[in-house]
């Protein structure tokens, strides 16, 4: 089992957004958030799950001391790759919205799919077709779909291509998380239509410092549904476990 970690204040928070997301699920938070030290915002690297972590892990060991991970989603998985890789690399986690497990036989299918639209140059189409999952079906409005829809356009076709790769590379972490000593918050939203409750208390049950906040109401972008909400979960979270 790993370690428990120190609680020690982090310097360093680096965020790694979701699939065809960008640092404004992220900036969306900064007027409440409050955990202490600098803020790194990075972008998905890499065409495979481990190249991703690779890219993940470099940029943490570039940092100078305690080293925090915040990610949503793709970038959540990409995280606890590299924290598998290198279980000593973050201090602590936060885990939003996302899924150890490896890829269902039906969402390689979807994917497959996926490539074959953005290939013929489907890619708008596609940016518009994905963005009301992304919000609990209580809480969508007119602007959060544009939200959705335009970072997916900042993005474009060919960083959909290689995170598609990456999607397609998954695979099962579960049995790989116990190594991991962070101290962690894994947060789930209970209208989450991309991943289940279940997929968190798996985390939660894997990581031995792990605990789980289920966000009654939230969809899979909690950040840009109620920022302050979700915020201050984070804050308290933080301020217990550095008190």
Not at 32 to 60: K, M, N, P, S
Not at 105 to 123: H, I, S
Not at 176 to 183: D, F, H, I, T
Not at 202 to 218: F, N, T
Request: hydrophobic share 40%; proline share 7%.
């Amino acid at each position: 089992m790993a370690p428990h970690p120190t609680d020690e204040q982090i310097r360093t928070w680096i965020r790694v957004p979701g699939m065809l997301c960008t640092a404004e699920i992220f900036t969306a938070m900064d007027p409440y958030l409050c955990l202490g030290g600098a803020t790194v915002d990075t972008r998905i690297e890499g065409t495979t799950l481990d190249e991703a972590a690779e890219h993940l892990l470099e940029l943490a060991r570039r940092q100078e001391g305690p080293v925090g991970i915040i990610g949503l989603s793709l970038g959540a998985i990409v995280a606890m790759a590299a924290a598998v890789k290198d279980p000593s690399i973050f201090h602590a986690a936060v885990l939003i919205s996302t899924n150890p497990r490896g890829p269902r036989p039906e969402q390689m299918q979807a994917w497959e799919e996926l490539v074959r639209r953005n290939t013929a140059g489907a890619f708008p189409e596609i940016a518009g077709d994905l963005a009301p999952a992304l919000f609990a079906p209580a809480r969508i409005t007119a602007a959060l779909l544009r939200t959705g829809t335009a970072m997916a356009e900042h993005h474009g076709p060919r960083v959909f291509a290689d995170q598609l790769g990456i999607q397609r590379s998954r695979r099962d972490l579960r049995t790989e998380l116990p190594r991991v000593g962070a101290r962690t918050l894994v947060l789930a939203g209970s209208e989450d239509q991309l991943c289940t409750q279940d997929m968190h208390q798996d985390i939660a049950a894997a990581m031995p410092h792990a605990e789980l906040h289920i966000m009654s109401g939230a969809g899979h972008l909690m950040t840009l549904e109620d920022p302050a909400s979700t915020a201050n979960t984070i804050n308290h979270w933080n301020r217990r476990k550095t008190s």
